[in-house]
């Protein structure tokens, strides 16, 4: 797909061919492959299966909601949502081709923002967290221990890289898009 489509990404069982859409991007949930084997036998059957919706032009939910300044966006409560679709819509345009994304919820609430699985067969999980001293929830431990990715990021809005303990990086958003820009030159 030529970079700059917006789409709906496919839900998992159908074709890899994107639909045009405005705006926005569904990602299919249950994010799982045959390679990276769950260490938990019981993990499918606590996946939840609905997609989840991003809409990954900030700009336009910021103008429909009249978030006409910094301080406009900070005081509402979608600026958190705001900063995850946009750093998913950063992410995504720097992906190598042929790179899928879903993101992984169970019905216990343990989730994951984005699942990218990598030309290669190479599984990243991103959280997003906005703010410069991000936390990681206990149900990120239990994420990654259910997929066993080859890298796991934190991504927040800082700039510094470092280990955040448990297998899991903080990255800021213009360091990890260069680093999947790279691959893609790979």
């Given at each position: 797909?030529?970079?700059?489509?917006?789409?709906?990404?496919?839900r998992?069982g159908?074709s890899g061919?994107?639909?045009?859409?405005?705006?926005?991007?569904?990602?299919?949930g249950g994010?799982?492959?045959?390679?990276?084997?769950?260490?938990?036998?019981n993990?499918k059957?606590?996946?939840?299966?609905?997609?989840?919706?991003?809409?990954?032009?900030?700009?336009?939910?910021h103008?429909?909601?009249?978030?006409?300044?910094?301080d406009?966006?900070?005081?509402?409560?979608?600026?958190?949502?705001?900063?995850?679709?946009?750093?998913?819509?950063?992410?995504?345009?720097?992906?190598?081709?042929?790179?899928?994304?879903?993101?992984?919820r169970t019905?216990?609430?343990?989730?994951?923002?984005?699942?990218?699985?990598?030309?290669?067969?190479?599984?990243?999980?991103?959280?997003?967290?906005?703010?410069?001293?991000?936390?990681?929830?206990?149900?990120?431990?239990?994420?990654?221990?259910?997929?066993?990715?080859?890298?796991?990021?934190?991504?927040?809005?800082g700039?510094?890289?470092?280990?955040?303990?448990?297998?899991?990086?903080?990255?800021?958003?213009?360091?990890?898009?260069?680093?999947?820009?790279?691959?893609?030159?790979?």
């Open positions: 797909m030529p970079r700059g489509r917006r789409c709906i990404l496919p998992s159908e061919r994107s639909r045009q859409a405005v705006g926005y991007s569904r990602l299919p994010a799982s492959r045959p390679s990276h084997d769950h260490r938990r036998a993990v059957k606590r996946l939840v299966k609905s997609p989840k919706v991003y809409v990954r032009d900030s700009g336009l939910v103008t429909l909601l009249r978030l006409d300044t910094l406009d966006l900070l005081g509402h409560p979608v600026a958190g949502m705001s900063w995850e679709g946009f750093v998913i819509e950063t992410l995504l345009r720097a992906a190598p081709e042929r790179t899928q994304a879903s993101f992984y019905t216990t609430g343990v989730e994951m923002d984005l699942v990218l699985e990598l030309p290669g067969n190479r599984l990243w999980t991103v959280e997003v967290k906005r703010g410069l001293a991000p936390m990681i929830e206990a149900g990120t431990y239990t994420a990654l221990e259910d997929m066993n990715p080859d890298a796991a990021f934190l991504v927040y809005s700039d510094e890289r470092y280990p955040k303990g448990g297998g899991i990086e903080a990255i800021g958003l213009r360091q990890l898009a260069q680093e999947l820009a790279t691959l893609d030159a790979a």
